[in-house]
């Protein structure tokens, strides 16, 4: 989406910010997740690759209150009429290389199968570039198992290239 072709509002809150952006479709709003919204994120990530929401269990409110009460640990959403379209995480890494700087880790990059298009994701990831920017990164990186081209040249438009590092993954049981 050109910048030109939309209002961009940034409303700053304390640590955090919220873009609200106005497009020919609508208005929507780009933010870190709000604690309540666990149950609706789950339900945009079986858009991801998951089959099913996991059971409410200790466990897993254990793990959200350890994600949200992480101040490393971002959880970007994009927003419509009061229903979550659009996500990403991003993790910004402590360093002790590049001059101490730290980077930032982008994961779980999803959109609801009826919003994708839009440039949605983008906004996100356009939010999570300005998180890292903040905490002083010097690199972002992420993976993605695709292999369809469509999703490639989504990643390279939004700025991310293929031939810098070559990434390796050793799957844990």
């Given amino acids: 989406m050109l910048y030109n072709e939309v209002l961009h509002q940034l409303i700053i809150d304390s640590n955090y ?4 952006i106005n497009h020919k479709e609508g208005v929507n709003m780009v933010r870190e997740i709000k604690e309540t919204e666990l149950q609706e994120l789950l339900e945009l990530y079986l858009h991801l690759h998951e ?7 200790q466990h897993l409110k254990e793990v959200w209150n350890s994600i949200t009460q992480d101040k490393n640990h971002h959880i970007i959403v ?20 590049r001059n101490i700087r730290p980077y930032a880790f982008i994961e779980n990059v999803v959109t609801h199968s009826s919003y994708r298009g839009k440039g949605y994701a983008s906004e996100c990831l356009n939010y999570a570039k300005e998180i890292a920017k903040k905490a002083n990164c010097y690199k972002m990186m992420l993976l993605t198992g695709s292999k369809d081209e469509a999703t490639l040249n989504f990643y390279n438009n939004a700025g991310y290239n293929n031939t810098d590092k070559t990434a390796f993954i050793q799957w844990i049981d």
Avoid: G, Q
């Fill in 17 to 20: 910010f919220t873009v609200i």
């Fill in 51 to 57: 089959k099913e929401i996991p059971e409410t269990t």
């Fill in 78 to 97: 994009n927003v419509i009429d009061e229903k979550i379209v659009s996500s990403c995480v991003c993790i910004i890494i402590p360093n002790l290389t």
